[in-house]
């Protein structure tokens, strides 16, 4: 047996050090540094090669990149488009994915529907269990219509006994259900932990890309909304997913942050219901199905959300503050923004809001965080501010700096197609987006290079 040796380590950031800390110097939290004791012995063993390759005994030697032969291997597509959108184009063999999302907002729903799909398919799918047994899951595999012999179902925590049986029945799927249960034997801290986490992962890992096993990995989440376990957690994995929303909405978002196969940044949108989730065909639509007409405080603005345009309501609400210190508050939409746009309103045009309340939301749930909406957050807080309403049927697009000037944006013209599809007249766009492209028939496109020329051109 090898020499052992205590360490004390993060459980936020995975910091290490040799003795005991009241504040980590890593992240800073207080009371996170816990004891764990590993063994010290020989390193991991050999690397992985890359996807659908054996391990082996020889050691890897560098050849140039133009003798490297591509093996060109098409994804393979579940019946969900949204989900296909959001990996890629499909998912791709050898892949190791991570899922994160609150508790109860359907993580695991949309894996068993995704594991069905892939079985009807003729794909072996291996479902690994280790927060419900084998008859929890199949209680709520009967209440979605799933039932597949290419589905197999087992419920283990035992990182060794979940290698051993990959290795016996050959799965082309492997879902892990999550990965803050599992734990390696020949490690002693606590399952959940850093070190556990890590080591997990590692070995998850190897065996998707020597084996060319494509893996789902459930991660819980923190209170502040991250996938909890080391940061390292999310630098390790291919592609790491987000999914979000209200758990007394029925509609759930699935964000791609990291994707090593694709766009980053892309949205897939679902519906919960009691058959399980079903995927939104035209987001946009369901985002402005409740909008109030005549409201001041209203503007809708077409957002890239990936490779997709995505029309969504900005709303705003100004009011006289009773404080010393006006509050700013806003749900979808970065803080620091609103606070920036308001001293443009403010300094640029003349618009008196030091001692206003303001409140700001992005309908639907929404995460917006690209430069091209700061127009029409400024429209919105404006137009509440005098109570003046904008037109229902206009549309806002443009980035609004520092000096009052509404910048170029990119993709302009799928924007406008998505809002000329659902009906809206007006597009109020910067100046320099107009040239280079043909506009569509039935809307009018007014370039504005101020917030000024935006403000009269919208409430005056």
């Not at 936020?12 to 110097?25: N, R």
């Not at 890593?26 to 063994?39: A, D, F, I, L």
């Not at 490779?307 to 900005?314: F, M, N, Q, Y």
Request: charged residues 25%; hydrophobic residues 40%; glycine residues 10%.
């Amino acid at each position: 047996m090898g020499k052992r040796k205590t360490k004390f380590i993060c459980q936020e950031c995975g910091y290490e050090s040799a003795k005991w800390m009241g504040k980590c110097p890593g992240c800073g939290q207080w009371n996170k540094m816990v004891e764990e004791t590993e063994t010290a012995g020989k390193g991991r063993r050999g690397a992985f090669m890359g996807a659908g390759t054996a391990s082996s005994a020889i050691a890897a030697k560098p050849v140039p990149i133009t003798s490297i032969k591509m093996v060109s291997e098409p994804r393979i597509h579940t019946d969900l488009m949204e989900m296909n959108r959001v990996l890629g184009g499909g998912v791709v063999k050898g892949s190791l994915v991570l899922i994160g999302g609150d508790p109860g907002i359907g993580k695991s729903t949309l894996l068993l529907q995704v594991s069905f799909q892939l079985a009807r398919k003729n794909h072996s799918v291996l479902y690994i269990s280790g927060e419900e047994s084998m008859r929890q899951t199949k209680l709520r595999a009967e209440r979605l219509g799933v039932a597949s012999d290419k589905l197999l179902i087992y419920s283990e925590t035992n990182l060794e006994e979940i290698s051993r049986t990959i290795e016996n029945t050959s799965p082309e799927f492997v879902i892990v259900d999550s990965i803050q249960t599992v734990y390696h034997p020949d490690i002693t801290s606590a399952p959940g932990s850093v070190s556990q986490v890590r080591e997990c992962t590692a070995e998850l890992m190897r065996i998707a890309k020597t084996k060319g096993v494509a893996i789902f990995i459930v991660g819980h989440v923190t209170k502040e909304g991250s996938i909890a376990g080391p940061r390292l957690l999310e630098h390790m994995v291919d592609t790491v997913l987000y999914f979000e929303g209200e758990r007394h909405h029925t509609y759930r978002i699935l964000r791609a942050v990291k994707n090593r196969f694709g766009s980053t940044n892309e949205m897939g949108i679902f519906e919960m219901k009691e058959s399980g989730l079903e995927e939104v065909a035209n987001p946009s639509e369901i985002f402005l199905e409740e909008r109030s007409q005549g409201a001041s405080g209203s503007t809708v603005v077409a957002s890239m959300e990936g490779t997709r345009p995505v029309l969504v309501e900005v709303q705003a609400l100004i009011s006289p503050s009773s404080f010393g210190n006006p509050r700013r508050m806003a749900t979808g939409i970065d803080h620091n923004r609103v606070s920036l746009l308001m001293a443009v309103l403010e300094k640029r045009v003349g618009l008196l809001l030091a001692n206003q309340d303001a409140y700001l939301k992005v309908a639907g749930g929404v995460k917006l965080d690209e430069p091209a909406i700061d127009l029409a957050i400024a429209v919105s807080i404006a137009s509440s501010f005098r109570d003046r309403p904008t037109r229902p049927s206009d549309c806002m697009i443009g980035e609004v700096g520092l000096t009052g000037e509404v910048r170029r944006v990119s993709r302009i013209e799928q924007r406008v197609q998505e809002a000329v599809k659902l009906g809206f007249e007006r597009i109020i766009l910067p100046a320099n987006n107009l040239g280079g492209w043909t506009a569509p028939k039935g809307v009018a496109l007014i370039g504005v290079s101020t917030v000024s020329e935006a403000l009269k051109v919208t409430l005056d």
